[in-house]
């Protein structure tokens, strides 16, 4: 028996947009997995006061978001390529599968050691689902169709970012930190279930070896570009013999990993993808993203506490202005490039809201009001909502078929180490401008106030005299307005890269027929896709 799972060319012409409902059910069940991805790390950062005070082991906090990162990132390539090889359905389950034996594990640590180890399987698992998500996406909807669905996962994404920090403050505070972890398992269950009984894709056959060397080279060379912006500036100084010794590593692992990929039989990021000028510009792109969104993020809820005395517990709401316009931004822009097929207008127009929206948020000061940040963070969205889906659609229209996996696993990359390195670099500037400031308006109870960490708790804050609270409130904006600033610069990047983008019309019109040719030279053909069962 054989069933079919149509992608929308399946079936062109008028009814091309509409979707058999077992595409759709699939499509709810890759929603719940990319939820499980995005919603982690924001749940368990809400727990760890809870995990550090029954665990112990506050030394080696940093490591329980660390270790999963760094898996994450050093895994995302390797699941591309598989699923490439293999076959993206089993190789999907496969990474849900870790994802939750992880998270079990997780919620079973008895201390911090066991925590470090099995976040870091975790973190082998969510390598494989965002990228999972986004290449069976590019299976089953061709692009041209593709870009309806932005506006749903912009929607997971925000409910990730505004709902993560208030379930998991309620989870942690109703059933204790270790529900933190196991509430993965019934949602992770349901999409396993939903997958297996609903998605048919081709079954392949590999006989290709894996690239064992090139992975190991990545993984060297991600996992010290990932050490060095987590421990820079914190752990070691950006000048330390440490540091230094990363970076030497990391450049060299890297340098041989490219040097691989031209001789590999099978390579792990097979080096031609790159040839496409729009494959490499929505690479360069999606590393902007990450380094801006990711520094927002982190900034944004500071600021807002610090200074405009927002409330903590809520925290996630406070980016509701950004999200919000990112979620409507991008379902128009979804919108649009179905019906029309032309996609340009959007990294352009994103390039340019993300610069200006930045350089409004590095005006904010000590007496910005709510309102006017809001707006701020509202053009910034804007911006970002252009940019989210778009950059890996047009990077999957830019390769063939055979390559989706790692086009989607390199984007996801490059968004991530965009994340690593904003999160990083915006965030050594915020801490040598507040340690600066505090020195200047408080002296040395100031600069000892802030010489451990340049972030104080609301409570922190609500306890410090006067004086010392002002300094400290003129410190947050100064640091914001360099990291911002900073931002700002760094998006303009992103919009000069947007100019030389190649318009290749998507494929999927609803006009034309099932067996029309491609468009374009960088256009990949959509067949239905079967599986024998």
């Known amino acids: 028996m054989a069933d079919t799972v149509e992608a929308a060319t399946g079936g062109a012409g008028a009814g091309a947009g509409k979707q058999p409902r077992s595409v759709r059910v699939v499509l709810l069940a890759l929603m719940i997995a990319m939820m499980l991805a995005m919603l982690d790390n924001m749940i368990i950062g809400t727990a760890m006061p809870t995990i550090v005070g029954e665990l112990g082991g506050l030394e080696h906090l940093s490591?329980?978001?660390?270790?999963?990162?760094?898996?994450?990132?050093?895994?995302?390539?390797?699941?591309?390529?598989?699923?490439?090889?293999?076959?993206?359905?089993?190789?999907?389950?496969?990474?849900?599968?870790?994802?939750?034996?992880?998270?079990?594990?997780?919620?079973?640590?008895?201390?911090?050691?066991?925590?470090?180890?099995?976040?870091?399987?975790?973190?082998?698992?969510?390598g494989g689902l965002m990228v999972g998500v986004m290449a069976i996406i590019g299976d089953l909807i061709p692009p041209r169709e593709r870009g309806k669905y932005q506006g749903m996962m912009a929607g997971v994404m925000a409910l990730a970012m505004i709902g993560g920090p208030l379930v998991g403050g309620t989870i942690t505070d109703n059933w204790g930190w270790r529900w933190s972890f196991y509430i993965n398992l019934p949602l992770g269950a349901i999409a396993l279930i939903a997958i297996s009984a609903v998605l048919h894709?081709?079954?392949?056959?590999?006989?290709?070896?894996?690239?064992?060397?090139?992975?190991?080279?990545?993984?060297v060379g991600i996992t010290a570009i990932v050490l060095v912006t987590t421990w820079g500036g914190t752990e070691y100084a950006w000048t330390s013999a440490r540091i230094m010794e990363l970076?030497?590593?990391?450049?060299?692992?890297?340098?041989?990993?490219?040097?691989?990929?031209?001789?590999?039989?099978e390579p792990i990021l097979p080096l031609h993808i790159f040839r496409s000028r729009n494959f490499t510009l929505m690479s360069v792109i999606g590393f902007i993203v990450g380094f801006v969104m990711f520094g927002a993020t982190l900034f944004l809820p500071l600021y807002q506490q610090s200074v405009q005395g927002a409330s903590a517990t809520n925290s996630g709401l406070l980016l509701l202005p950004m999200l919000g316009a990112m979620l409507v931004t991008s379902m128009v822009a979804g919108r649009i490039t179905t019906?029309?097929?032309?996609?340009?207008?959007?990294?352009?127009?994103?390039?340019?809201?993300?610069?200006?929206?930045?350089?409004?948020?590095s005006t904010m000061d000590t007496d910005t009001t709510r309102f006017t940040s809001g707006?701020?963070?509202?053009?910034?969205?804007?911006?970002?909502?252009?940019?989210?889906?778009?950059?890996?659609?047009?990077?999957?229209?830019?390769?063939?078929?055979?390559?989706?996996?790692?086009a989607s696993s390199s984007t996801t990359l490059f968004r991530t180490l965009g994340a690593s390195f904003g999160v990083a670099i915006m965030g050594a500037l915020f801490n040598h401008r507040v340690q600066d400031v505090m020195t200047e308006r408080a002296g040395a109870a100031g600069s000892k106030m802030t010489e451990q960490s340049a972030q104080l708790t609301p409570d922190a804050l609500a306890k410090l005299p006067e004086v010392l609270r002002d300094a400290y409130?003129?410190?947050?904006?100064s640091g914001v307005h360099g990291a911002f600033l900073l931002g700002s610069v760094v998006a303009v990047v992103a919009l000069v890269a947007a100019v030389f983008v190649k318009e290749v019309p998507l494929k999927g019109a609803g006009s034309k027929p099932a067996d029309a040719p491609a468009d374009g030279d960088d256009a990949t053909a959509k067949a239905p896709v079967t599986e024998s069962v």
């Open 63 to 126: 490591w329980v978001v660390t270790a999963y990162t760094l898996a994450t990132a050093a895994a995302t390539p390797l699941w591309g390529k598989l699923g490439d090889m293999y076959g993206r359905k089993g190789v999907f389950m496969t990474s849900i599968v870790i994802f939750l034996v992880g998270s079990a594990l997780s919620g079973m640590a008895q201390d911090m050691g066991q925590l470090i180890g099995f976040r870091a399987v975790q973190g082998l698992g969510a």
């Open 201 to 219: 894709l081709p079954k392949k056959r590999s006989q290709a070896r894996i690239d064992y060397p090139g992975a190991a080279l990545l993984t």
């Open 247 to 265: 970076i030497g590593i990391g450049v060299v692992a890297l340098v041989g990993f490219v040097f691989w990929q031209t001789r590999a039989a």
């Open 339 to 361: 019906n029309t097929g032309r996609y340009k207008i959007f990294p352009l127009a994103g390039g340019a809201l993300m610069t200006v929206g930045l350089y409004l948020l």
């Open 375 to 406: 707006l701020y963070m509202a053009v910034l969205g804007l911006g970002m909502g252009c940019l989210m889906q778009i950059t890996m659609l047009v990077a999957q229209n830019s390769v063939e078929m055979k390559d989706m996996g790692v």
């Open 473 to 477: 409130q003129h410190a947050v904006s």
